[in-house]
């Protein structure tokens, strides 16, 4: 059975301060992703990885970036927070994709953070 | 472009009533696709891809190239239905691109 696991559930921080947020997942996935979910806009892609030391960029990856150092965690790290960054963060991970096959997605609980 | 769209930001039907998520599509080549849903204080999960053409929970979706849609329907609405659902295309590589969400609402 699949486990991703985030390092916590709720989080408030102050503008400006460096957050950092852990996904852990157990399954030796190759894939791992971060997402934010908003209300009235779904999930939007922030960053993935496919391989330790490896990144891309999502959608929307500004004012956010991310380190892959072990192949089980992938770290999202807001460098200096801000208010528009509070929404639900969620993180993903996958075994990689190999020619025409999909290979499921398998979510985290979240990370609900606030920003004041 | 690539992109999902789903119109309906809530639905609300009664219980036993049938049951229609809508979601349409763009992409340029031949689209992969599915449902995920999330219930309260659970974790997003898959529900259904459209090349497994499987029935879940009573859930059923076809991919209609033709009108670029991919809609999640059900004959009878249950209680337990009652969740946040996600439409979603497969992008480039392992990416997916997600809806917007339609939160479904099922009423007693």
């Known amino acids: 059975d699949v486990k991703v696991t985030q390092s916590s559930r709720y989080l408030v921080k102050r503008t400006g301060e460096k957050v950092f947020l852990e996904c852990v997942q157990d399954?030796?996935?190759?894939?791992m992703f971060w997402y934010r979910q908003d209300p009235g806009l779904g999930l939007r892609l922030i960053y993935f990885?496919?391989?330790?030391?490896?990144?891309e960029k999502g959608d929307i990856p500004e004012g956010y970036s991310v380190s892959r150092e072990k192949k089980e965690r992938f770290s999202l790290i807001l460098e200096s927070a801000s208010t528009n960054q509070t929404s639900m963060y969620l993180c993903a991970s996958s075994l990689r994709t190999s020619g025409s096959r999909y290979n499921e997605q398998f979510f985290g609980p979240g990370t609900r953070l606030t920003v004041l | 472009a690539q992109r999902v769209t789903q119109p309906e930001k809530l639905l609300s039907v009664f219980k036993g009533a049938p049951v229609e998520l809508k979601c349409n599509y763009s992409y340029s080549g031949s689209p992969e696709l599915f449902w995920y849903v999330q219930y309260s204080r659970q974790r997003l999960q898959l529900l259904l891809r459209h090349i497994s053409r499987e029935s879940i929970k009573g859930f059923t979706a076809d991919l209609n190239k033709g009108e670029t849609s991919f809609h999640l329907k059900k004959p009878f609405a249950q209680e337990e239905d009652s969740a946040m659902y996600y439409c979603a295309l497969r992008g480039s590589a392992s990416k997916i691109i997600f809806g917007s969400g339609t939160r479904l609402s099922i009423r007693p």
């Open positions: 399954m030796d996935h190759e894939n």
């Open positions: 990885s496919y391989d330790v030391k490896m990144k």
